[in-house]
């Protein structure tokens, strides 16, 4: 009789808060796996208007990595209304990264280099990356301004479509007033930031459109 008791009580015991959260938690991927597209769409518009934290980067992180165009749509609006910055690192061509590599050891080579592809000395003195600063946009819509200055000066506008984000001309640096760059990417599965980068000064293009890359958490 005891023995029966004891097991009834441990069945009818209540579930701990960590257990009760695992279970929330674990539950987001059956919301978001829902056979029913729209079902999908409004179990992630629900888990989003939770303002939970850490529901929300979840969800994000299925989202971007979903099949569903619609669900990484509504993870990267909802991760750009949070997100103050994305720095990216700026990729060489394959090619051109190979002559770099083998120009550094060599002065005659790397002058060499230098003089036929100027460009990479004015990524290197940004270490060959560029930060946006995301300074308006709400998830309810398509638009918004950043800046790649931090506080949001010049500011230049954006717009997403789909999971992809596209801005206008925009300011590089404060040193270079008359350089323009554009930038567009989308995320990957791996849950990076892949696009591109194009800048120009005076209206003509100072180095070729060069991939970029931003790990997203």
């Known amino acids: 009789l005891s023995i029966s008791c004891s097991a009834q009580a441990t069945k009818q015991s209540p579930r701990t808060p960590t257990e009760a959260r695992h279970d929330e938690l674990a539950q987001i991927s059956e919301l978001l796996a829902d056979p029913d597209p729209n079902a999908r769409i409004a179990n992630m518009e629900a888990i989003l208007a939770t303002h939970d934290a850490t529901r929300i980067q979840v969800a994000e992180r299925l989202g971007f990595r979903s099949d569903d165009p619609n669900l990484r749509s509504l993870a990267l609006r909802a991760y750009l209304e949070n997100v103050k910055k994305i720095s990216f690192a700026i990729e060489l061509p394959p090619a051109v990264q190979a002559q770099a590599d083998a120009a550094q050891s060599d002065p005659d080579l790397l002058k060499a280099f230098n003089n036929k592809f100027p460009y990479t000395a004015a990524l290197a003195t940004s270490a060959n990356a560029i930060t946006i600063y995301i300074t308006k946009y709400s998830a309810t819509g398509t ?75």
């Open 143 to 217: 638009t918004g301004t950043l800046s790649s200055f931090p506080g949001g000066g010049s500011p230049a506008d954006f717009s997403v479509t789909g999971d992809r984000f596209s801005s206008a001309a925009f300011n590089p640096s404060p040193s270079i007033p008359t350089s323009f760059c554009t930038i567009e990417f989308r995320p990957s599965a791996d849950l990076t930031f892949r696009g591109t980068l194009s800048c120009q000064a005076n209206g003509r293009y100072i180095f070729p459109k060069l991939a970029v890359s931003s790990p997203i958490f």
